[in-house]
């Protein structure tokens, strides 16, 4: 589980976008607010892997500040 939650997302996106660069995304909203929703000091962003070898846990670059609610895997 991407975000330690086992609770069905509220919605999900899958995504593979094809051209010079290739990648695959699953980005979820969850169904509850996290509880440090407000915190904007809280670690927030997408989990990045490079051909299955993880890179980075939050890479912020890749969602803005009002959207570190959702959560992500590319």
């Known amino acids: ?3 330690h ?3 069905d997302p509220l919605t ?3 995504n593979k976008v ?3 660069l290739d990648y695959t995304s699953l980005l979820y909203i969850p169904k509850r607010a996290p509880f440090d929703l407000y915190n904007r000091e809280a670690p ?3 989990k990045l892997y ?3 070898v993880f890179i980075m ?3 912020e670059q890749f969602l803005p500040l009002y959207l570190r609610f959702a959560k992500g895997v590319i």
Request: hydrophobic content about 35%.
């Open 50 to 52: 490079v051909q299955r």
């Open 44 to 46: 927030r962003g997408l």
């Open 12 to 14: 999900w996106s899958h």
């Open 57 to 59: 846990d939050d890479a």
């Open 5 to 7: 939650d086992f609770e």
């Open 18 to 20: 094809e051209g010079k």
């Open 1 to 3: 589980h991407i975000a």
